[in-house]
């Protein structure tokens, strides 16, 4: 697999690591493969610039557009890696089959992500609480004004040094009139179009003092999905994990909410994963047996819920977060080599 090297200038501003904001910090370089013709070829590393699209590409109109996002690391001895890259790739290909685009060879997507990274390495983060946000970005790219399967794709990789998403704990607004996802649907794969039909809500959010929506189902507006950044989490008497489960497909089977639901039994918290209905939530915020609500993912992490707003009544949490505290250190000493993880977690970078 041939990968041509055009190198962009060197950076000339320096990353400001004591203060890294979350998305604004791009590499200097964009990995880019195409595909047409039943193949992929033109794979390349070449500055990061901006696109020329045909007005009529495909994607533009008809929505074959999705993503990904995982992050690299550093740890404290200079060793570099992926966390979780296969589990990203395989659920990339998930995406791709639901929008009927061509699968992403693994070693086309690896090769091209480690040619990026070698010529970025100085953009690694010197300490684990900040990541190298890795982004792929697929999308169909005929120029036809026509309703079917593009025969053309674009598949690209960049890079940004990122901080913490959220800065604290946040305030959850519970969205009952518009919906996420339904039975069927896309809400299991990282579509552009997912993000973008929750930006309405957002601003209802913000609205009220909120920082995130959090979604319920289609059909009776009662049962807990997710958050529109994060899956979610209930912290119960005991204590005891509680998340809703996957089975309806309305729900993005997160790694970060895999991560810890393989991290909570080593900590001795027992995790059940459920139909969650509203009104569970909000009488168990009331009596005290839900004692932490928190929100994960590989942009935030783990993020602490402070209060929900529902029907126009805020639902208060304890001040504490002590669980979601203990598995983000969990996590942490995991990135760092301090915990037993599966061996295929960890992506080596080559230095």
Same mark, same amino acid.
């Given at each position: 697999?041939?990968?041509?090297?055009?190198?962009?200038?060197?950076?000339?501003?320096?990353?400001?690591?004591?203060?890294?904001?979350?998305?604004?910090?791009?590499?200097?370089?964009?990995?880019?493969?195409?595909?047409?013709?039943?193949?992929?070829?033109?794979?390349?590393?070449?500055?990061?610039?901006?696109?020329?699209?045909?007005?009529?590409?495909?994607?533009?109109?008809?929505?074959?557009?999705?993503?990904?996002?995982?992050?690299?690391?550093?740890?404290?001895?200079?060793?570099?890696?992926?966390?979780?890259?296969?589990?990203?790739?395989?659920?990339?290909?998930?995406?791709?089959?639901?929008?009927?685009?061509?699968?992403?060879?693994?070693?086309?997507?690896?090769?091209?992500?480690?040619?990026?990274?070698?010529?970025?390495?100085? /953009? &690694?983060? #010197?300490? $684990?609480?900040? !990541?190298?946000?890795?982004?792929?970005?697929?999308? +169909? =790219?005929?120029?036809? @004004?026509?309703?079917?399967?593009?025969?053309?794709?674009?598949?690209?990789?960049?890079?940004?040094?990122?901080?913490?998403?959220?800065?604290?704990?946040?305030?959850?607004?519970?969205?009952?009139?518009?919906?996420?996802?339904?039975?069927?649907?896309?809400?299991?794969?990282?579509?552009?179009?997912?993000?973008?039909?929750?930006?309405?809500?957002?601003?209802?959010?913000?609205?009220?003092?909120?920082?995130?929506?959090?979604?319920?189902?289609?059909?009776?507006?009662?049962?807990?999905?997710?958050?529109?950044?994060?899956?979610?989490?209930?912290?119960?008497?005991?204590?005891? /994990? &509680?998340? #809703?489960? $996957?089975?309806? !497909?309305?729900?993005?089977?997160?790694?970060?909410? +895999? =991560?810890?639901?393989? @991290?909570?039994?080593?900590?001795?918290?027992?995790?059940?994963?459920?139909?969650?209905?509203?009104?569970?939530?909000?009488?168990?915020?009331?009596?005290?047996?839900?004692?932490?609500?928190?929100?994960?993912?590989?942009?935030?992490?783990?993020?602490?819920?402070?209060?929900?707003?529902?029907?126009?009544?805020?639902?208060?949490?304890?001040?504490?977060?002590?669980?979601?505290?203990?598995?983000?250190?969990?996590?942490?000493?995991?990135?760092?080599?301090?915990?037993?993880?599966?061996?295929?977690?960890?992506?080596?970078?080559?230095?």
């Amino acid at each position: 697999m041939k990968i041509s090297i055009e190198p962009a200038p060197p950076r000339t501003e320096a990353i400001p690591w004591d203060n890294l904001p979350f998305g604004r910090i791009f590499s200097r370089h964009m990995a880019v493969a195409e595909y047409s013709g039943g193949t992929w070829h033109s794979l390349r590393v070449q500055p990061l610039q901006p696109l020329a699209l045909h007005p009529g590409t495909s994607a533009l109109h008809y929505g074959q557009a999705l993503f990904e996002g995982f992050k690299a690391y550093q740890r404290p001895d200079g060793r570099a890696f992926v966390f979780r890259l296969k589990d990203h790739w395989q659920r990339l290909n998930s995406s791709a089959r639901r929008l009927v685009m061509p699968e992403v060879p693994y070693e086309l997507f690896t090769g091209l992500l480690r040619a990026l990274l070698a010529m970025e390495r100085d /953009l &690694l983060p #010197p300490q $684990l609480v900040q !990541g190298l946000y890795v982004r792929p970005v697929y999308f +169909a =790219t005929d120029p036809w @004004l026509g309703v079917r399967t593009s025969e053309s794709y674009l598949l690209l990789i960049y890079l940004a040094p990122v901080g913490a998403y959220y800065s604290g704990s946040i305030a959850a607004y519970v969205e009952k009139e518009m919906v996420r996802a339904a039975p069927g649907g896309t809400g299991s794969i990282k579509m552009a179009g997912n993000y973008a039909a929750a930006l309405l809500s957002g601003q209802k959010a913000q609205g009220v003092g909120c920082q995130v929506s959090l979604w319920l189902d289609a059909h009776y507006h009662e049962w807990i999905e997710e958050f529109s950044t994060m899956n979610i989490f209930f912290v119960t008497k005991g204590p005891r /994990l &509680l998340t #809703p489960s $996957l089975q309806r !497909g309305t729900i993005l089977p997160g790694i970060t909410r +895999a =991560t810890i639901l393989a @991290l909570a039994p080593r900590l001795g918290l027992p995790a059940e994963e459920r139909e969650i209905s509203i009104h569970e939530v909000t009488e168990g915020i009331a009596n005290g047996t839900i004692r932490e609500i928190f929100g994960t993912g590989t942009a935030a992490t783990i993020t602490s819920i402070s209060q929900l707003y529902y029907e126009g009544k805020w639902w208060h949490l304890p001040p504490e977060s002590p669980i979601a505290s203990q598995l983000l250190t969990e996590y942490r000493k995991a990135l760092k080599g301090e915990r037993e993880i599966p061996e295929e977690w960890i992506w080596w970078i080559e230095t």
